[in-house]
């Protein structure tokens, strides 16, 4: 059975961190790069953050560059997002995801997505 389990999310103040983790199983962990997605409220499903696979590159989006870390430890099929400098902006559902297409543009070709937690970041 496919899974991605995550975790990590919470409620913090504006200025604060957290570390999502993303947890994978059920699948080849090397044949998919993962991504970072988030929906806030009343607002479409963005991607946030990304990497691939083959050689860990990595994707941000703008409005996180360098305040969000993403990084892989495939002995533990995991991926984690490190979250820095929060803002209330950043509140949303964190979701990852198994995608098969990455670019220096971003992800794309969703194969499998994970339940989704809760950041909430207070101002």
């Known amino acids: 059975e496919v899974q991605l389990v995550e975790s990590g999310g919470g409620l913090v103040q504006a200025g604060g961190s957290l570390r999502l983790s993303c947890a994978a199983s059920?699948?080849?962990?090397?044949?998919?790069?993962i991504g970072w997605f988030r929906q806030a409220p009343g607002k479409e499903r963005e991607e946030v953050s990304c990497?691939?696979?083959?050689?860990?590159?990595?994707y941000y989006a703008d409005s996180v560059k360098g305040r969000f870390t993403i990084s892989s430890d495939n002995a533990k099929n995991t991926v984690y997002l490190q979250m820095n400098s929060l803002k209330p902006e950043d509140t949303a559902v964190y979701y990852c995801?198994?995608?098969?297409?990455?670019?220096?543009?971003?992800?794309?070709?969703?194969?499998?997505w994970g339940q989704g937690t809760q950041v909430t970041v207070s101002s």
């Open positions: 995801a198994a995608v098969t297409y990455y670019s220096h543009y971003g992800c794309s070709g969703i194969f499998y």
């Open positions: 059920g699948f080849t962990f090397d044949d998919y790069a």
């Open positions: 990497i691939s696979s083959s050689d860990s590159s990595t």
